[in-house]
Every structure is written in structure tokens, then in C-alpha cells.
């Protein structure tokens, strides 16, 4: 029999049946344990979960960096892999994982680093590779910021770095690209008017004109071709768009 990584994977969904099936077996089997935390899904996900999860819970979210905390405070095991329902873990980075768990007598968490596909298109310029994210930590020493979208990491400890990648599915084509642009971009002007934060419209442009020449030029973005561009061109109308929503919740907010 092989012995099981000695953590807790976490995994947040909501309607993610086409996802969550490859994304738990690529743990299962392997990990001490998997939780999945659902936010009222309305498709098959949460019957899918339960084939492979050992815990599903069942809250609501209200923001990101909050939702997760709760997550990872339901983990019995000291460390934690957070997963999203769009990533797959290799047998190699498994294997890295079980090493570094027996090993490790520095580092508090460690980054992992990821592949991010369009389709069946491994991205791998323009800022998209390697991409590293903390992913694998003491559960006791990592929080993140309890904010909405793309919440801060705080780390009670030092950090080491994996070199094995993680698989991201990140988007299906370019339809599924601009229905998560919008999400996003929603969810950052409402950071941006919950927190106060001053927002202007020259401040927004000069993000927007200034995020595709470094997306596209120096970060080198043109080797993946018009996959390339286009990634380049959706990051910098992410300000832009995001100042838009800001400016109406602001003007929403003061006809009240």
C-alpha cells in the first residue's frame, strides 16, 4: 500500500461539473484528504465531488479571501494544496509534494508553478509562464486578505519554491476569456469602491495603454502568435473596463 501525502487538498467550486472530476481524481488516491467547498452550485458538481471528496461542504460565498480562509480552517491536516476546479496535478509534481513534505525543514509554504492553456494552447509567454502561485502551506501561517477578487497572500514564515508544474485550464476559447473578464472586472470595481480606493479615468487609460506593450513587447508575448496578442489586448482592457463598472457604481452610489 502507498502511503498518503500527509495534507489536506482544498478546493472551491461553484458549477464546475465539466472541471471538477479530473481535477479531484488527479488527488485522489494520493492526498490524506480532499475538501471541496461549493457555493450553491446548480449542476452536477457537488454529485461529482462526492465520488472523490472525503468532506463537501455546502456555504455561499461572500468574498473570495474570506471564502478561502473558512476552506482551508476546515482542513485537518497541517498543510493544505489549494486547488481550483480548473487545475490537475501531474504524477511528478505529486511525487515533488510527498518529497518536500518529508524533507522540508525551512520553508512554511512553497510556489508552484503553472501551465495556463486556451483550449488545448499551452501559453507560455506574455507573463503566462512559469506564473508560480503559493499553493502549498501551513495551514496556521497563511491567510489571505478577505477582499473580493485577486485577494493578497500573508505569510507567517519563508517561502520555497517547487519546480514541477501545475496544469490550468484556464479558459475553453475566447467566449469563456471575456465572460470571466467581465466577472472580474465586476468584482474590481466593487474592491475598489468597498475599499475607497481613488480611481480616476487618466489613471485607468494610462493603465490600460501601458499593460500591452508589457504584456505583448517586453514580457514577449508575440511568440504565442495571436493567442498572443489577444492576452495581451484582454489584460489591458481589464482597467479600462474595471474603471467603467467603478464609475457607475460611484455614480449609483451617490444618486442613493
Known amino acids: 500500500m502507498v502511503d498518503k501525502a500527509l495534507l489536506s487538498v482544498v478546493v472551491i467550486t461553484k458549477n464546475e461539473e465539466h472541471n471538477i472530476e479530473d481535477c479531484l481524481k488527479s488527488a485522489h488516491g494520493w492526498a490524506d484528504e480532499?475538501?471541496?467547498v461549493d457555493d450553491e452550485s446548480t449542476d452536477k458538481t457537488v454529485s461529482l465531488a462526492e465520488k472523490y471528496a472525503d468532506k463537501v461542504f455546502h456555504r455561499k460565498m461572500e468574498n473570495e479571501g474570506k471564502h478561502r480562509n473558512w476552506a482551508y480552517a476546515q482542513a485537518k491536516n497541517e498543510w493544505v494544496l489549494s486547488l481550483d476546479a480548473d487545475e490537475r496535478l501531474l504524477p511528478e509534481l505529486r511525487e515533488e509534494i510527498s518529497k518536500v513534505l518529508k524533507e522540508n525543514k525551512d520553508f512554511h509554504a512553497f510556489?508552484?508553478?503553472?501551465?495556463n492553456y486556451l483550449g488545448d494552447y499551452w501559453v507560455k509567454s506574455g507573463g503566462q509562464y512559469p506564473a508560480a502561485q503559493l499553493?502549498?502551506?501551513?495551514?496556521?501561517?497563511?491567510?489571505y486578505e478577505e477582499v473580493e477578487v485577486h485577494p493578497r497572500v500573508f505569510l507567517d514564515g519563508e517561502t520555497g519554491h517547487?519546480?514541477?508544474d501545475m496544469i490550468h485550464y484556464s479558459y475553453r476559447d475566447f467566449s469563456h476569456f471575456l465572460s470571466k473578464l467581465n466577472g472580474q472586472t465586476t468584482l474590481e470595481a466593487k474592491k475598489w469602491v468597498q475599499t475607497g480606493r481613488q480611481m480616476s479615468f487618466k489613471?485607468?487609460?494610462w493603465r490600460t495603454f501601458d499593460r500591452f506593450p508589457r504584456r505583448y513587447i517586453r514580457k514577449k508575448g508575440?511568440?504565442?502568435?495571436?493567442?498572443?496578442?489577444?492576452f495581451a489586448f484582454f489584460a489591458s482592457l481589464y482597467q479600462i473596463i474595471s474603471?467603467?463598472?467603478?464609475?457607475?457604481?460611484?455614480?449609483?452610489?451617490?444618486?442613493?
Open 162 to 164: 517547487l519546480t514541477t
Open 34 to 36: 480532499i475538501i471541496v
Open 203 to 205: 489613471r485607468a487609460l
Open 111 to 115: 510556489t508552484i508553478p503553472r501551465r
Open 243 to 256: 474603471y467603467a463598472k467603478y464609475w457607475e457604481m460611484k455614480r449609483g452610489n451617490t444618486s442613493k
Open 135 to 143: 499553493r502549498l502551506f501551513m495551514r496556521d501561517r497563511f491567510k
Open 222 to 230: 508575440y511568440k504565442d502568435g495571436f493567442i498572443g496578442f489577444m
